[in-house]
């Protein structure tokens, strides 16, 4: 059985590495190693006598007790990790689901939250975020639609996938949104897994949600060290459950995937998590830098964008006016050398692409695109 064409990841494989300026960037700027044990005031002589061995499967038990103390309902026997993020859908999706099984996966999303279900047989149906009406100062463009999510959920329903703060969107619903959608999963007794890989960079700290682990024993979250600590070269992430018995299936799964973790990587994720706050912070203050550039760029290029300011996160998912947004990226890497992610395998349509905005990079990438824009007449 063959499983669709993961389109991002093969995009990004194709052109990350080689286009003069990406513009598109899912993460945050990253560091040097040294950069990171230098924040900590850790010296390099702690690596030197690290033991290259075999690691536990389910993590170093130091390292889940500092994720666990990020959260409020779990402890360190209901967390693993690390997992590389990837791997941590791969497993959940392979513990829980089973051919003809019922869920809903909020749209647009990240290939694999949406392709992975399907290729596992169960019956996807898209609970699709809405934009907003056009207003030019427009803040948080994409919202949750509640009656759409009431109709898709049935007593069938198995699992319900949602990520927030969102890829592509920038979307972040209410506390009263979060809350609706956490009782919808209870309604049914379906479960609830809450992407929340991007946690930490609501553009205001009090808009923050509580986790799904905490809000829902059915819930599963998924965090990690590649965007909001900018950190994704340790290929750190992890689950968090309050359900033991799930937490045990995802682990039977893992002795068939990395069975256990690096063990360099698990000493830098426990140094990162140290100073996760100072990290966090980094990562907003270079993202509120380039909005504040993006936000007169769209101004001045209407006639080409609709452009609605996320509320959250690194991305943005930006409309193209009456062009293709395959051809439109196609065309600007070729002849300007800058890389926007066309939306294909985010979503069905070919009118959006992807902005990124975590990287320190993107006031240059943004001046070639001013300069292309300006050099086709804004077609």
């Given at each position: 059985?063959?499983?669709?064409?993961?389109?991002?990841?093969?995009?990004?494989?194709?052109?990350?590495?080689?286009?003069?300026?990406?513009?598109?960037?899912?993460?945050?700027?990253?560091?040097?190693?040294?950069?990171?044990?230098?924040?900590?005031d850790?010296?390099?002589?702690?690596?030197?006598?690290?033991?290259?061995?075999?690691?536990?499967?389910?993590?170093?038990?130091?390292?889940?007790?500092?994720?666990?103390?990020?959260?409020?309902?779990?402890?360190?026997?209901?967390?693993?990790?690390?997992?590389?993020?990837?791997?941590?859908?791969?497993?959940?999706?392979h513990?829980?689901?089973?051919?003809g099984?019922?869920?809903?996966?909020?749209?647009?999303?990240?290939?694999?939250?949406?392709?992975?279900?399907?290729?596992?047989?169960?019956?996807?149906?898209?609970?699709?975020?809405?934009?907003?009406?056009?207003?030019?100062?427009?803040?948080?463009?994409w919202q949750?639609?509640?009656?759409?999510?009431?109709?898709?959920?049935?007593?069938?329903?198995?699992?319900?996938?949602?990520?927030?703060?969102?890829?592509?969107?920038?979307?972040?619903?209410?506390?009263?949104?979060?809350?609706?959608?956490?009782?919808?999963?209870?309604?049914?007794?379906?479960?609830?897994?809450?992407?929340?890989?991007?946690?930490?960079?609501?553009?205001?700290?009090?808009?923050?949600?509580?986790s799904?682990?905490?809000?829902?024993?059915?819930a599963?979250?998924?965090?990690?060290?590649?965007?909001?600590?900018?950190?994704?070269?340790?290929?750190?992430?992890?689950?968090?459950?309050?359900?033991?018995?799930?937490?045990?299936?995802?682990?039977?799964?893992?002795?068939?995937?990395?069975?256990?973790?690096?063990?360099?990587?698990?000493?830098?994720?426990?140094?990162?998590?140290?100073?996760?706050?100072?990290?966090?912070?980094?990562?907003?203050?270079?993202?509120?830098?380039?909005?504040?550039?993006?936000?007169?760029?769209?101004l001045?290029?209407?006639?080409?964008?609709?452009?609605?300011?996320?509320?959250?996160?690194?991305?943005?998912?930006?409309e193209?006016?009456?062009?293709?947004?395959?051809?439109?990226?196609?065309?600007?890497?070729?002849?300007?050398?800058?890389?926007?992610?066309?939306?294909?395998?985010?979503?069905?349509?070919?009118?959006?692409?992807?902005?990124?905005?975590?990287?320190?990079?993107?006031?240059?990438?943004?001046?070639?695109?001013?300069?292309?824009?300006?050099?086709?007449?804004?077609?």
């Amino acid at each position: 059985m063959k499983i669709k064409p993961f389109y991002t990841e093969r995009f990004f494989a194709a052109h990350e590495f080689s286009a003069p300026y990406l513009l598109c960037a899912s993460d945050c700027e990253s560091l040097t190693a040294a950069e990171l044990l230098q924040l900590a005031d850790t010296t390099w002589e702690t690596l030197g006598q690290l033991w290259l061995g075999y690691t536990e499967s389910q993590g170093d038990p130091t390292l889940r007790t500092q994720i666990a103390d990020l959260y409020a309902a779990v402890g360190m026997e209901q967390v693993i990790g690390p997992v590389a993020p990837e791997e941590g859908i791969f497993l959940t999706m392979h513990a829980l689901l089973e051919p003809g099984d019922e869920v809903v996966v909020l749209t647009p999303c990240y290939d694999s939250l949406l392709n992975l279900a399907a290729y596992l047989g169960a019956r996807v149906a898209r609970w699709s975020l809405v934009e907003r009406p056009e207003s030019p100062d427009a803040i948080g463009g994409w919202q949750l639609d509640p009656d759409a999510l009431a109709r898709l959920v049935t007593p069938r329903t198995k699992l319900i996938v949602v990520n927030f703060p969102h890829n592509p969107t920038g979307c972040l619903p209410t506390r009263d949104e979060w809350r609706m959608v956490v009782e919808t999963a209870a309604r049914v007794g379906a479960w609830l897994f809450s992407d929340e890989i991007y946690r930490g960079l609501e553009y205001d700290p009090e808009s923050r949600l509580p986790s799904g682990c905490d809000e829902y024993e059915r819930a599963i979250t998924l965090g990690g060290l590649s965007k909001t600590y900018g950190l994704p070269g340790l290929r750190v992430g992890w689950l968090a459950l309050q359900d033991r018995p799930l937490r045990d299936q995802i682990l039977g799964w893992k002795d068939y995937t990395t069975i256990c973790a690096s063990a360099p990587s698990e000493a830098l994720a426990r140094i990162a998590l140290q100073i996760g706050d100072r990290l966090m912070e980094r990562s907003r203050h270079i993202i509120q830098d380039n909005l504040t550039l993006a936000n007169s760029f769209f101004l001045r290029w209407r006639s080409v964008f609709r452009w609605s300011r996320p509320q959250a996160g690194p991305v943005a998912f930006v409309e193209l006016r009456n062009r293709s947004a395959r051809a439109f990226c196609e065309r600007l890497l070729v002849e300007q050398g800058v890389l926007l992610l066309p939306g294909a395998g985010l979503s069905p349509d070919d009118q959006h692409v992807r902005f990124g905005f975590g990287r320190r990079s993107f006031e240059a990438g943004l001046a070639q695109l001013d300069h292309y824009l300006m050099q086709q007449g804004g077609s």
